[in-house]
């Protein structure tokens, strides 16, 4: 297929997958429209393999989002009004992918080590998420430095629950990214859910740590464990396997 038309086809895709989130209240306008910036980025300077594996995060997202939403705006655990996230929620989470992605492009490194640290942020994006959303239900959180009991929802909390879903999230963005990306099947694919789940509680480490006390945002916290995740994985490709 011509690369244009594709890249055209991806435009569509993306913009009618915002405009329906949107709808469904799990996006607000400023965050539709930021979605359709980065499907925008990836569609010109990344695969369409790359591409896939972000919309399906986004899908996957949505269904986290959604799930017993009416429970969890009853605790006042949502996002927004109605679970919606804004442009600064869809910047944080896109960043590094976007980022890498562009990086790759202009000074492409070992192609292999471009996917693993995708994917890794891609899988800390997705265990993040889902650990988020679903595990808030679970009435028994722990804070991540002491593990004294906290209330759910609370930065720094974990909860069995949350790892559960966690474990599961990062390994499905792993294992299917690889597959959709190298067309492959290889023990590779622990390094992005290893790192994935790495990235998961170091972002509840920086929320107790450094988001409790105001020194950085939540959104802050997303983007920077994404992209150290994602950088330690593909550091540990080339310095040590490749």
């Known amino acids: ?6 890249m055209t086809l991806e435009v569509i895709i993306t ?33 369409i393999n790359a591409f896939f594996m972000v919309t399906f995060f986004v899908i996957v997202s949505f269904f986290a989002t959604m799930k017993d939403i009416d429970k969890k705006i009853a605790m006042g655990l949502q996002e ?15 960043f590094p992918p ?4 562009i990086l790759q492009y202009y000074w492409p490194i070992d192609e292999t080590a471009y ?28 804070m991540i430095t002491t593990l004294k009991p906290v209330s759910p929802g609370v930065n720094g909390g974990v909860s069995k629950l949350g790892m559960i879903v966690s ?19 290889q023990w590779v694919i622990l390094l992005p859910f290893l790192f994935g789940l790495f ?28 992209l150290i995740s994602a950088v330690l994985a593909g550091c540990v490709w080339i310095f040590v396997f490749s």
């Open 1 to 6: 297929m011509d690369p244009y038309v594709l």
């Open 15 to 47: 913009a009618i997958l915002s405009i329906e989130v949107y709808k469904l209240h799990c996006l607000s306008k400023s965050g539709a429209l930021a979605s359709l910036v980065v499907g925008v980025l990836l569609a010109y300077f990344g695969t």
């Open 80 to 94: 927004g009004q109605l679970g919606e996230r804004t442009w600064k929620n869809v910047a944080a989470v896109g």
């Open 98 to 101: 976007v980022l890498l992605t």
């Open 115 to 142: 996917i693993v640290a995708f994917l890794t942020s891609l899988a800390v994006a997705g265990s993040d998420t889902v650990a988020s959303e679903i595990g808030v239900k679970d009435p028994k959180a722990y």
């Open 167 to 185: 474990v599961i999230s990062a390994f499905g963005i792993a294992f299917l990214g690889w597959v959709v990306m190298t067309g492959t099947i």
């Open 199 to 226: 990235g998961n509680l170091l972002d509840s480490l920086f929320g107790e740590l450094f988001e409790n006390k105001g020194l950085i945002s939540k959104y802050t916290n997303n983007w920077s464990t994404e």
